[in-house]
């Protein structure tokens, strides 16, 4: 298994304002991967962040506003970028370990 | 806090009772299957998980059956407790990575209540 945890927990910011979320692993991962999840619905992947390369972003999301970093193996940030009110959602990371994907507790933004 | 899945379908069952929680995938190249628990303000826990070469997989209280034939999943808790009450996503692995656990694509979620 894995403890994953994440800084902030909770967060209220401005409109144009950028956050970056850390998410810290207690062993050494390949994979990290950060989900979004808006309110009231299901958890959609943002992009896959492997140590030494480039993350990989999903349809509909890109580096420059949510860039990602993947300095080691136990440690990911990812930055929301120029906020509005739409990003207002819980950000997740996840790492992969054997076949089982393990999450964060979230970190719950609102973007006034 | 805030709790997720306030607009998501909810099943009410009583304690003690047997939950059903459905899933429907669209995916037919998907091979791996999951689901998860979320409770208010945690991230999705694992529960149990089943490989597209099973029809059927027992865990404790719980049991995960797949029909690959129309592309359902369901998630059956026997004796259900409240402490089952949350919101149960399932998730699907995409094929591109046989057998694995990344890149999950996860269903619109079902929110058990469990009334005493």
């Known amino acids: 298994s894995a403890v994953i945890s994440q800084k902030p927990s909770r967060d209220i910011c401005q409109r144009g304002t950028s956050l970056t979320i850390q998410c810290q692993v207690d062993?050494?991962?390949?994979?990290m991967f950060w989900y979004r999840q808006q309110p009231g619905q299901s958890l959609t992947l943002i992009a896959t962040a492997n140590q030494g390369s480039e993350a990989t972003y999903e349809s509909g999301f890109v580096i420059d506003k949510f860039p990602i970093s993947r300095p080691n193996l136990t440690f990911s940030t990812l930055t929301v970028s120029n906020m509005s009110p739409e990003d207002s959602s819980i950000y997740l990371c996840?790492?992969?370990?054997?076949?089982?994907?393990?999450f964060g507790p979230g970190t719950r933004l609102t973007v006034l | 806090g805030e709790s997720v899945g306030l607009h998501l379908p909810t099943l009410s069952v009583q304690e003690g009772d047997n939950s059903i929680i459905n899933c429907a995938y669209s995916n037919s190249a998907s091979d791996y299957f999951i689901w998860y628990k979320q409770e208010s303000g945690k991230g999705p826990q694992f529960i149990i998980d089943?490989?597209?070469?099973?029809d059927k997989r027992q865990g404790q209280r719980v049991t995960v059956l797949l029909n690959k034939t129309v592309k359902h999943l369901s998630l059956q808790i026997a004796a259900t407790q409240p402490g089952d009450s949350a919101v149960y996503f399932c998730a699907e692995n995409d094929g591109s990575d046989t057998g694995t656990a990344s890149k999950l694509t996860f269903g619109t979620g079902t929110r058990l209540q469990v009334t005493l």
């Open positions: 062993s050494q991962v390949t994979m």
């Open positions: 996840s790492v992969t370990i054997g076949r089982e994907q393990f």
């Open positions: 089943i490989r597209s070469n099973m």
